[in-house]
T-cell receptor, first 113, second 113 residues
């Protein structure tokens, strides 16, 4: 079945450091891929998406490229801020069947001033 | 444009009781999904509704049931509550088709004692 694997956290970085959060997936067909962010006590917010191979999603300085050959969708940001501290979830949705989302277990990011 | 809203925000129930959670989908969205997010985990798909009918279900027992109304709002009902049902319950809505982007509500925190 479909699945998403994320690197375990927590990830602790100093402000302005480079961020990478790894995400790999297993899926049949051609899923769409997403990154969501969850701030403390809140629901999930869509951060970025990619719907086909080699697509690059980007938003608020975050980027991720849909790599079909490595089945990966790693999240990157060149310079993190304290306000980026949150939990980040990688997710896929199969484009056939019920279109349910499959989420990774989440990676907690803590950015220190 | 109104986003996804959920009620109540928090709820405390006793084992064996029944609970109903409510969700109003984002304007123009006709598909609603429910997710259970246990502490420290990623959201798990419960089921999805489209045109007032369930059209996809995750690995949850029948005591988890739902409804969708003509205005696309939705309810999640859980009977015979168990301690393990304690979680954040998230509702998400989207347009049918398109890029499969889902927009999440803030969630209802259910505690079963």
């Amino acid at each position: 079945g479909n699945s998403v694997t994320q690197m375990e956290g927590p990830v602790t970085l100093s402000e302005e450091a480079f961020l990478t959060i790894n995400c790999t997936y297993t899926a049949t067909g051609y899923p769409s891929l997403f990154w969501y962010v969850q701030y403390p006590g809140e629901g999930l917010q869509l951060l970025l998406k990619a719907t086909k191979a080699d697509d690059k999603g980007s938003n608020k300085g975050f980027e991720a490229t849909y790599r079909k050959e490595t089945t990966s969708f790693h999240l990157e940001k060149g310079s993190v801020q304290v306000s980026d501290s949150a939990v980040y979830f990688c997710a896929l949705v199969s484009t056939s069947g019920t279109y349910k989302y499959i989420f990774g277990t989440g990676t907690r990011l803590k950015v220190l001033a | 444009e109104t986003g996804v809203t959920q009620s109540p925000t928090h709820l405390i129930k006793t084992r064996g009781q029944q609970v109903t959670l409510r969700c109003s989908s984002q304007s123009g969205h006709n598909t609603v999904s429910w997710y259970q997010q246990a502490l420290g985990q990623g959201p798990q798909f419960i089921f999805q509704y489209y045109r007032e009918e369930e059209n996809g279900r995750g690995n949850f027992p029948p005591r988890f049931s739902g409804l969708q109304f003509p205005n696309y709002s939705s309810e999640l009902n859980v009977n015979a509550l168990e301690l393990d049902d304690s979680a954040l319950y998230l509702c998400a809505s989207r347009e049918r088709g398109g890029d499969y982007e889902q927009y999440f509500g803030p969630g209802t925190r259910l505690t079963v004692t």
